[in-house]
C-alpha cells in the first residue's frame, strides 16, 4: 500500500513513540535526553534499550534492532508495513488514506483474520446443535459455566469431514483461503478436508481481540489430546499464549502460567483471572517475553508429573534471564489446577498460592527427588548438581542460605558446600568474561550492521558513507555538498538505500527527520539508521567532513575498479624495488 508520504509525517508526528513504547515497555531509567528500559525483543537484565524523545527513534544497544515509531509497532505486533500503519492511524484517532485499491481487494492479513473470526462463530454456534452435543456434553462434565463458555467463545467442532470447509465455502472464503489459515487440510484425491473434527474448540485471541487460531481439544480417544492451527500469517504458536487477550486485564499483579486451556477456563471461573497457558508444554522466550509486558511476578502451576516438572524447570530458566520474580505452585492432592478447584474449592487455590515457593526451593527439591540421600554416590550425586544449581544465583545471600539447606539435606557441613559453590561460581563469572573478552576482540564485527545480511565488504569505504548519512540528517542543507553522489557510489546497498532516501526527501525540500525516514526504511536498513546516529558527529566542521567522506567514497570506488588494481600493483611494485612514488 502506497501511502502518502504527507500521511506517514502526520501519522509519526501524532504518534509520540515515548507513549507508544510505554504501552510495551517500562521506560523509567535517563540517561542524558533518552530514557531506557528492558529491551523487548531480547532477553536482557539491565536496561539497554533506548527511547530518544528529542529524535522520535528507539535503538537497542544489545541486539541491536532500533527504527522509529512504525518499525517498533511491526516488531512488537509482528504486523507489515501497512497493518502497522492502520494499527497507528486507529490509534491516533486517523483515517488511513485511500491508496486506490479497489474495496473487495484486502489483504491476506485482514481476510484471515476475518475468516477465523467467522470459524470461532461457526464453533459457537454448534454448541446448540446436535453435531455439538459432545462437546456440550463434556463441557458440562467438566463444569464449565455458560458464562465461561460466552467468555471463552468455546466451541464445537463436529465428528464430520467438511463441516466446516462447506460453511465457509458457502460464505464465500475459498480453499486456498481455507488452506492458508490452517482450517483445513488437503486429501490424497485434491480435495480438502477439515482440520479439526470432533473437538472442543478454544479460539487463541490475541491481545487486541483478534481471533487468530485455534486448539482443540479431543472428545473421546485420539491424539493429539491437543491440536494447535499450523503457523499462519497472523498466528504463531511459539509467540502467543491462550487467555493473554483476557487475563492483561487482571488486578492480582502477577500471571498464573498453566499447561492446559481447560485449567485456565476453570481458574478464571473460580476468580483466578491471571492464568493463561503456553499453547503446549514448553515455554517459549518469546511467549515468556510477552508475559512480561504485562507483569514482572509469574507463579508456575504445571502438571505435576515429569513432563510438567521438566517444562517448570526449563521455564524458570527463561523467566530469570528476563529478571522476572518466579514461583511455583505444587498442586498438592491434584493433578492439575483444574481438578484440584474442583475437589478443594476457591478458597484452597488461594491458600495453595499464597504459599507457593520460590523457584529455588522447587529446584533443589527436583534436584533432590532424583537421588537416593541414604547412600554416598547419591549424596554426592545431588551435591554435584545442587551445587550447579547454587553457583547460577547471582546473589550472594540466596547462594549462602540455600548453601545450608543443601548441606543440611545431604548431611554435610555447610562450610564444605560453600566452598564448592564459591568455585562454581567463580568458574562461571571466569567463563563469562571470557566470552565478553572475546567479543570485544571482534572490532571487525563490532563495526558492521545489526543484521548479518547486510554485513560491510569495504569497512573503510562504508564508514565513509555512514559519515555522509549522519551529516545529512543533521543538516540537510548539506545536500548540495553531495554533488551527483547516488546509491550506486556505495559499496553497502543498506547504507545506498538510506543515502537514497534521505537525499531524496532532502531534495524536495521535505523533512529528512530520522522518524520520518525510518517509516520507508526496511527493518534491518531502520535498525541499521538508528545505529548510526548513535555516534557523534560534529557539526563544526560538517562542509569539510562531508566533502572528506565523499572522497574517500570515491577513491575506495576507484581502487575497487580494474584501473584501480593495476594503478594499486604498480605502486606495491614499485615500493618493493625502492623507486620514488
Known sequence: MAFPQSFLDELVARSDIVDVVSDYVQLSKRSGSNQFGLCPFHSEKTPSFAVSPDKQIYHCFGCGKGGGVINFIMEIENLTFPDAVAFLARRAGMEVPDDGTPAEVRSRRTKMLELNRDAARFFYENLKKPCGEAAAAYIRKREISPQMVTRFGLGAAPDAWNSLSDAMLDKGYTAAELMDAGLVKRGKNGGVYDTFRNRLMFPVIDVRGNVIGFSGRILGDGEPKYLNSPDTAVFQKSRNLFALNLAKKTKRGLLILVEGNVDVVSLHQAGFDCAVASLGTSLTPDQAQL???????????????????????????????????????????????????????????????????????????????????????????????????????????????????????????????????????????????????????????????????????????????????????????????????????????????????AAGKARAGEDVAPASLAARLAPAEAALLTKLLQRPESPGAAGQAMADYIEKIRTEKIRRSPEGGLLAARDEYRKKKGFGG
Request: aromatic share 6%; charged share 35%; no cysteine.
Open 291 to 501: 508475559m512480561s509486558r504485562y507483569t514482572k511476578s509469574v507463579v508456575i502451576s504445571y502438571d505435576a508429573d515429569a513432563a510438567g516438572v521438566k517444562a517448570a524447570q526449563r521455564a524458570i530458566g527463561i523467566f530469570e534471564k528476563l529478571g522476572m520474580a518466579v514461583r511455583v505452585l505444587r498442586v498438592e492432592g491434584a493433578k492439575d489446577p483444574d481438578e484440584f478447584i474442583k475437589a478443594k474449592g476457591a478458597d484452597a487455590f488461594e491458600k495453595l498460592l499464597s504459599r507457593s515457593e520460590n523457584h529455588i526451593q522447587y529446584r533443589i527439591d527436583a534436584v533432590r527427588g532424583k537421588y537416593d540421600l541414604e547412600t554416598d554416590d547419591g549424596r554426592l550425586g545431588f551435591l554435584t548438581e545442587a551445587t550447579d544449581v547454587l553457583s547460577s544465583l547471582p546473589n550472594a545471600v540466596e547462594r549462602e542460605i540455600y548453601g545450608a539447606r543443601v548441606a543440611e539435606l545431604a548431611s554435610v557441613s555447610p562450610e564444605a558446600v560453600q566452598a564448592e559453590v564459591k568455585k562454581a561460581f567463580r568458574k562461571r563469572v571466569e567463563a563469562q568474561k571470557k566470552r565478553q573478552e572475546k567479543e570485544e576482540l571482534r572490532p571487525a564485527a563490532a563495526a558492521q550492521p545489526p543484521d548479518k545480511s547486510e554485513r560491510y565488504e569495504n569497512v573503510a569505504s562504508a564508514r565513509a558513507e555512514e559519515g555522509v548519512v549522519r551529516l545529512l540528517l543533521m543538516d540537510p542543507s548539506l545536500i548540495r555538498e553531495t554533488g551527483d553522489l547516488s546509491e550506486a557510489d556505495f559499496t553497502s546497498p543498506a547504507l545506498g538505500r538510506i543515502f537514497a532516501a
